[in-house]
């Protein structure tokens, strides 16, 4: 399965943010539209990642404020990327590596979605239950033991 797969599922709706806007400008678009990440562009480049992670240490390192503080000085510089044609298996160990929770999806320089870890595991659970679903009909209609023996003796 590819990462193509579950931006297929998700939509194409994106929001990002400029690197000098202020932080608590970007916080609330991700409180408003309940993002857990913005991607964070600048003349067309992806510049950035800002997740709730980097803003709680920002809190943290001010005293409990946003303050006049811009996203520049919060984000994540040089966030993981990945492209539409990788596959999950891939993004799932890259994400474990690096403790990344979101990741911006990216065909050479268009940012084409981010996908969560949430959107990974989900993929994952949704494969294994389709998985358990067919190999549980499979069992459920193989031929009993006796039955099979009964039918290559009969004429």
């Known amino acids: 399965m590819k990462v193509s797969d579950i931006l297929r599922v998700k939509g194409n709706t994106l929001y990002t943010a400029t ?3 202020p932080l608590a400008q970007a916080v ?10 913005l991607v964070i562009m600048e003349y067309g ?5 800002l997740t709730f992670r980097e803003v ?6 001010n005293g409990g404020t946003l303050g006049t503080t811009i ?3 919060a984000m994540d510089d040089s966030p ?7 596959d999950i ?4 160990r890259m994400m474990l590596s690096s403790h990344s929770r979101y990741m911006p999806v990216m065909d050479n320089r268009m940012l084409m979605g981010v996908i969560s870890f949430y959107d990974v595991a989900k993929i994952v659970v949704d494969t294994q239950n389709f998985e358990n679903k067919m190999l549980k009909a499979y ?8 039955a099979a023996a009964a039918a290559a003796l009969a004429p």
Do not use: F, Y
């Open 19 to 21: 690197p000098d806007e």
């Open 28 to 37: 609330a678009v991700m409180a408003e539209k309940d993002l857990g990440s």
């Open 45 to 49: 480049d992806l510049v950035g990642m």
């Open 56 to 61: 709680i240490q920002m809190l943290i390192k």
């Open 71 to 73: 996203v520049r000085t």
């Open 80 to 86: 993981m990327t990945c492209t539409n044609e990788t």
């Open 89 to 92: 298996d891939e993004v799932r």
């Open 139 to 146: 069992i459920h209609d193989w031929p009993e033991e006796g």
